[in-house]
Structure formats: structure tokens, C-alpha cells
């Protein structure tokens, strides 16, 4: 006895809509969004840095500057579907910070002084969150 494999079904004649330009649309899309995202969050987190309740500095841009970048790096990932999606969004958050800690206002004040201790620990938990999901996505292993 032996088992025949099923007849492959009859074309229909309706052409297939052709899916590797959607693929590269959306892929596409996920690094825009994601750059846009992480020039959002950026500035967000500049903003929050000196923020103060009755004088004394509060972290909560070390915390939205941690968050953040972990979702940004998740969503990357996870609409491009390749590590390399991190670089994008990681080189441009870092030279936005570089840039703030560099640059000046018109009144001759810096954007993030070297005494203020939130936008540096900022800047360290900034680029550490996607640091570590960078080496966290290299041992992780790939999907068969």
C-alpha cells in the first residue's frame, strides 16, 4: 500500500501580490519610525533634565531615557527583523546627546552642563540601555 501526496490545487489565474516590496516597505518604515522616535524621545529627555521639585534635581529622565531606549530598540528589531536595526536609532540618539553636551544657547549656557549629574547619568543609562540589548540580541540565538 502505498500513500499518494494530495493534488496541488489548480491556479486560480489571479496574479499573487508581490510580498518582498511590502517586506522592504515595512522594514523601511520600522527605521523611519524608529529615528523619529528616538529624536522624540531625545529631546524629551533633555527637557526633563533639569527638572527640580523644591530645588533638588529629580531623575526622571534617567528613567525615560531607560525606557525609551529599550522600546525603541525592541521595535527595531522587531520590524526590521535584523540587529543592524539598532545602529540607526543608537548613532543618532548618542550624537543628539553629543551635540546637547557640546553645543550652547544664544545666552552663552550649555544645553547639559558637566555639573549636572542627572544629564550625565542620563546620558550613560541612555546609551547603556542600548548597549545591552545590543549584546543581549548577539547571544540571543537566532530563530530556525
Known sequence: MTLEAPAPAPPTGEPQPPRAGLERLIRTA??????????????????????????????VAILVAAAANFAISWFAVTTVGQRWALAPPWGLWTAIMFFAAGGRTTEGDYLVSGKDWV??????????????????????????
Open 30 to 59: 520600522g527605521v523611519v519610525i524608529s529615528l523619529v522616535a528616538t529624536v522624540l524621545s531625545a529631546l524629551i529627555e533633555l527637557f526633563l533634565t533639569p527638572l527640580r521639585i523644591g530645588g533638588t534635581p529629580i531623575g
Open 119 to 144: 544629564a550625565l547619568v542620563m546620558i550613560l543609562v541612555g546609551s547603556l540601555t542600548f548597549a545591552v540589548y545590543t549584546y543581549r540580541a548577539i547571544l540571543r540565538r537566532p530563530a530556525p
